[in-house]
């Protein structure tokens, strides 16, 4: 089903590797050097690329794109597809895409759209994207403010994982970030959620270690079911009422980054999970999942929004989650936790329900 280049194993490059000499050569993507243009997050548009980019790059052959879920739609879809066509592209010229996860995720969909395909790499810049976004395949735009309700599956022909881009971040795109790289833990192996328990998120120095394992964990769910079917939509965790929270915030003009909207999400998933636990140990543990993922929220305690996601009335959520990609026959599905490291998904939930354990998390 798979038939990428192993992203982990063959395209990880931090940056004590990115002078090699002709690290392309060695990535074999030669054919990438020779025709490849660029999508660039425009916060990037003045700063210095790395080497191994600085010695390709084009500025004439480059398209800058804000950041952020604003850039997510059929309008910069349309901007990316004429600049295409303006260059004459065809099947043999690559595209690489630097930048956060929203930047791949619409890149990527006007790409894989683009004369039903055309080759692309990422360069993820942001903690998302390295351990989450940049890998597996998905690619996709908001509609009418709902998340990511036009996309495709199409992977890209390499990611290149550079941890320098870390020293790019502030704390609300380390904590973002920090939360994806939780859930990697929380729904696919204990012990490395266990290992995460003392680090300080918004040093860079200690998440490092922690970025390959994550974006291994990523890839290996995706290997096993690259078109959402089954065990990939454990990946959802936290991100069902997160989409809604989303939703809400867009419509009511204000702002929550997707990452601390998964972690509060991920707390209502774990304070879900509680309700099927089958034993003191087990419910012990998601308590303490909660705590953890709440010292870490509060870390940037003026963007973690719990003040105004106390106040929001659950049933004002609902039309949103009803609107979420797993659902199925009129039927919302979710995911929860068995166990730290252990998910289930598919399984119902209810307005009741929902509402019971949201008022039990902002209590």
Known sequence: MNDHPKLMKQQILFSAEADVH????????????????????????????????????????????????????????????EWL????????????????????????????????????????????????????????????????????????????????????????????????????????????????????????????????????????????????????????????VAHAIEWLAHKENRSISHGIAVGWGMIWSLEWSGNYATDDTTQASLNQAQIALRKWLDLIPEENQSAWLSTIAPNSLWAAIEKDKKNEANRVYDVYLTSIGEAKWHTEISLESFTSVWKQVFK
């Open 85 to 240: 066509d303006d260059f004459g592209t065809n099947r043999g010229t690559w595209t690489c895409v630097i930048g956060g996860g929203t930047v791949t995720d619409v890149a990527g969909f006007a790409l894989s759209t683009y004369k039903r395909g055309v080759p692309f790499i990422f360069v993820p810049t942001t903690l998302v994207g390295m351990i989450d976004a940049s890998i597996g395949g998905k690619n996709g735009v908001n509609y009418h403010g709902f998340k990511n309700q036009i996309g495709t599956f199409q992977l890209p022909k390499a990611t290149i994982i550079d941890g320098s881009w870390m020293d790019t971040l502030d704390s609300l795109q380390l904590i973002s970030g920090w939360m994806e790289l939780c859930k990697h833990g929380l729904i696919h192996d204990a012990l490395f959620w266990n290992s995460l328990q003392d680090c300080n998120p918004l040093n860079t120095e200690q998440i490092l270690p922690f970025i390959e394992r994550a974006a291994n964990i990523k890839q290996e769910i995706v290997e096993l079911d690259l078109l959402d079917h089954g065990a990939r939509k454990a990946l959802n965790l936290g991100h069902t």
């Open 22 to 81: 002709n690290p392309w050569k060695e990535w074999g993507l030669d054919a990438f050097t020779r025709t490849c243009r660029f999508i660039v997050d425009k916060r990037f548009e003045k700063g210095e690329l790395p080497s191994y980019l600085a010695s390709i790059w084009n500025p004439s052959k480059t398209l800058f794109l804000e950041g952020g879920e604003g850039t997510k739609s059929i309008e910069t879809c349309h901007e990316i597809w």
